[in-house]
């Protein structure tokens, strides 16, 4: 029941816009995502609610912004040196200026910012626990591998309304979430994958000029034409739908994985608690013969 409810809100938010602004509209669905998160957590699945953000948590999450950015940086990079892209500015159009470009770019980092943390705590947050304490039966290793690769392909598919979409986009965004699944087993903790996807997001459109899961941006700080081969450009989709992206995607798997051996974390003990249910204590009734009348 959980997991329909909470899916049914992001399908309904990821169908259309609420209001004509593109931030409140971000804030007011991740805002929705997060709460149905916590009472699903709290009251439908009993859990305690610990403290969430430690040095630990910041770390992870500057830590994953670098990557998110220096993946999208790369990807931009190899893209120009082969030729793939025209860069035609650098700066805003002759119709803005740069306080409204500026202006543009802080809007689109909240944008990001909302969409990741909503998204995360949907997909690798509720989802991907649930989905492992389900299957717990069959072990925590093959549990959790089997919820990173369910929860990824729905991931996936929640993107069959943009844009351009096409069979490979959807193989790319699915590899991006079972990426930031590993992140969260690998890590333990949401901070990293949220940090990567608010900065390749953020760097990939308002930034470099990209496409966004198939959405342009009008307003962006370079502004490029897209020339290359679309199997590995991703064209109007966006990098996720070609073969940089993807490659781009095992790279930063490949940095989380070293970022867990520096925390000397245990992806085997993660696993272990991903796929354990540990209800909040409750207050049991005490016996009428103990107490004082």
Not at 20 to 25: G, K, L, N, T, Y
Not at 32 to 49: E, G, K, M, S, Y
Not at 100 to 125: D, H, P
Not at 184 to 210: E, K, S
Request: glycine share 10%.
């Amino acid at each position: 029941m959980p997991y329909m409810l909470l899916m049914a809100v992001a399908l309904a938010l990821n169908a259309e816009s609420l209001t004509e602004s593109i931030v409140f509209d971000a804030l007011i669905q991740s805002f929705a995502l997060i709460t149905a998160t916590v009472v699903c957590f709290r009251f439908l699945d009993r859990r305690p609610i610990g403290r969430v953000v430690n040095l630990v948590w910041v770390r992870n999450f500057a830590f994953g912004m670098m990557l998110g950015a220096a993946a999208m940086s790369l990807i931009m990079l190899v893209e120009y040196l082969m030729g793939w892209i025209q860069v035609f500015r650098i700066g805003p159009t002759d119709e803005h200026s740069w306080s409204k470009l500026l202006g543009m770019l802080v809007n689109y980092w909240i944008v990001f910012t909302a969409v990741a943390f909503g998204e995360e705590a949907l997909s690798r947050g509720y989802h991907l626990k649930n989905v492992s304490e389900g299957l717990r039966f069959l072990g925590p290793s093959n549990a959790s591998l089997i919820a990173i690769l369910a929860t990824s392909s729905f991931f996936g598919l929640l993107h069959l309304s943009n844009p351009h979409t096409t069979i490979i986009s959807t193989i790319g965004i699915t590899l991006a979430g079972i990426m930031l699944a590993f992140g969260r087993v690998a890590t333990g903790t949401l901070a990293a994958p949220i940090g990567i996807h608010l900065t390749w997001n953020f760097f990939q459109g308002p930034v470099f000029g990209f496409a966004v899961s198939g959405n342009d941006f009008s307003e962006r700080l370079f502004t490029i034409e897209q020339r290359g081969p679309e199997i590995w450009t991703g064209g109007a989709f966006g990098p996720e739908a070609g073969l940089l992206g993807i490659i781009a995607i095992g790279w930063i798997t490949v940095g989380l994985w070293w970022r867990s051996s520096m925390l000397q974390n245990s992806i085997p003990i993660e696993t272990l608690k991903l796929a354990r249910y540990r209800p909040r204590k409750t207050k049991r009734a005490q016996p009428k013969s103990d107490r004082i009348e």
